[in-house]
């Protein structure tokens, strides 16, 4: 699938027609630049209106399109994204069910949707409204999604941290603890060299300390986890006693209630996530098929106000969609000119004229109606 496209349109000379004007374009592409692909862009006969209020319109169209267009990427962004993480195999995009390359090269108006008598500038406004509540939906789904998952990244982080600084619920069982009414049992952060001196150690680092009571829970790259039962009135003692010796005791309290729930609160967050990256994959592939229907309504709306203020009434062009590879460019701006009559474009200057700079914010000028759409 191509991801850039050119739409243009071409102004059909007096005494000719657009079925002609079609053929002969085919003919030079298929003889000049024959890895380009060609399509007819089909856009029906829309309401002209005023001169006034298509050049009041043809002003917003490149910032319309701009907002639109960053729309449709937002939306793809985030589905690769989706699909990235969801481990899904990227499948190609539809708008309602059909390939949104193909939706384009065979594009056919809506008029139940668009009615074609309606002012230009409705239309425009109604696709601008649609499209902006969609960035809201996509705004608020996303913020939802993503306040989950970071609270699971923060409870993640906890238990990927080192001994020193990790949640440590999860690497303590009830058996491991002591807790009566004179007895109780610590948990000691030992950095890895300093086991063995741990171990000589400990016993003797205050009085009231059990003997052989230390054991070890677990060990990470730089830590390993001990306990060690004694005297309550002598926790504080040997604290300050570890410390000295570069033994960190960390505070722990063991609760079977608070255990149980942060066991269901971390299940209900995964859960939450699942549920939410599904909903939201779902949404984003139907949205970016809604999308993209009306950015490719709102191109037709485009070339066809612009081949108006360009080429005069009665309305008389070719509008067209080409995928050149990027070594055909310029032969096929050479056809598209070639096919153009100069006096057919009233806003186009050579560059020996002092130039416009191309139409409606163009940065490049052309005797007949071009612009690109990205489709990534």
Known sequence: MATRYWVASLPVSQGSSASSLWS?????ISKQAF?????????????????DSLLALSDDLLKANSFIEGVSHK??????ELERVSGVVSSSLTVDGVPVDSYLTRFMWDEAKYPTMSPLREIVDGIHVQIAKIEDDLKVRVAEYNNVRSQLNAINRKQAGSLAVRDLSNLVKQEDIINSEHLTTLLAIVPKYSQKDWLSSYETLT???????????HEDNEYALYTVTLFIRDADNFRTKARERNF???????????????KQELEKLNQDQET?????LQWCYTSYGEVFSSWMHFCAVRVFSESILRY???????????????KSEKKVRNILEGLCSSSNSTYWKTED????????????????????????
């Open 24 to 28: 002969r374009l085919q003919e030079s």
């Open 35 to 51: 890895d380009t692909s060609l399509y007819r862009f089909n856009i029906p006969n829309l309401r002209v209106g005023t001169l």
């Open 75 to 80: 939306i793809r962004r985030q589905i690769e």
């Open 207 to 217: 009085t009231y300390v059990v003997p052989r009571s230390s054991k070890k829970l």
């Open 248 to 262: 960190q005791i960390r505070d722990f309290e063991y609760n079977p209630e608070t255990q149980e729930s942060r």
């Open 276 to 280: 939410l990256r599904s909903s939201l």
């Open 312 to 326: 005069g009434l009665p309305p008389s062009f070719l509008s067209v969609v080409l995928s050149p590879p990027t």
């Open 353 to 376: 004229e002092g130039g416009m700079g191309g139409f409606a914010g163009d940065t490049d000028a052309h005797p007949y109606v071009s612009f690109t759409i990205n489709l990534i």
